[in-house]
């Protein structure tokens, strides 16, 4: 790319989606609304390309939705948001760890992580804590969960299956430190609500499918070329 701004970026996805679809208007649309995290090392940091997401999906509604001039605006709203347009979990605390276009799933591995995992916060985290909790019962020989510093696409899927593995001792956990920091709080909030642990579970069977296996794939020496037949296998999926 010849520049790096948000928009040009924001272009050259919908370039990417037009390209694959045909150049049909109606399905490049669909495609915007099915978008819900951003996971390139670009796109986690630069704040206005993830405002973007949502303005190029609310334009995109009425061409989709049917009847979107009927609707009310408590329907419109709905259209806009995840259950059933309540908001659940950490962002109905103050200040409970939310960023702008995070789905709710992401942010609860994303902030288990930043709790429990080595190399998390170190000013709120308590690996120490919890590996003396999770340890003895021989479930775990390591911290399975990995940091979200300097890692890749398959970050968010790996911790996922993680997260659902250990959810009861999480669960445990976080209920006994809930009051300790806004981390944990907030933790506790998200790691409530089933459609989270859900999408994790949903994450992780993606993990073990698809992503993991084409990391461990190209951790391998090899030329790039014999990821053909991965990649063309991930298609048929």
């Known amino acids: 790319m010849t520049c790096g701004d948000a928009e040009a970026y924001r272009t050259l996805l919908e370039g990417i989606i037009t390209e694959m679809t045909g150049d049909d208007n109606d399905l490049v649309r669909q495609v915007a609304l099915k978008i819900k995290n951003t996971v390139s090392d670009q796109a986690s940091v630069n704040k206005k390309f993830v405002t973007l997401l949502p303005e190029w999906r609310e334009k995109a509604l009425p061409h989709v939705v049917e009847n979107w001039d009927t609707l009310t605006a408590v329907q419109i709203e709905r259209e806009s948001l995840v259950q059933s347009g309540e908001k659940v979990g950490a962002p ?61 696409f398959n970050i968010l899927f790996h911790n996922a299956v993680e997260v659902y593995y250990l959810l009861n001792d999480l669960l445990s956990f976080a209920e006994d430190h809930k009051t300790d920091n806004r981390l944990f709080t907030a933790v506790n909030a998200d790691l409530c609500i089933l459609s989270f642990q859900a999408v994790a579970r949903a994450l992780g069977i993606i993990s073990k499918m698809v992503t993991g296996t084409m990391w461990r794939f190209m951790e391998e020496n090899g030329h790039v070329s014999e990821l053909t037949t991965v990649l063309a296998a991930v298609r048929r999926l």
């Open 92 to 152: 109905t605390l103050p200040g409970g760890y939310s960023m702008p276009g995070e789905s709710g799933t992401t942010r609860l591995v994303r902030t288990v992580c930043k709790s429990v995992q080595d190399r998390g916060c170190e000013k709120a985290g308590k690996p120490v804590q919890f590996w003396d909790l999770v340890q003895p019962q021989g479930q775990v020989k390591e911290m399975p969960l990995a940091s979200f510093k300097g890692n890749r």
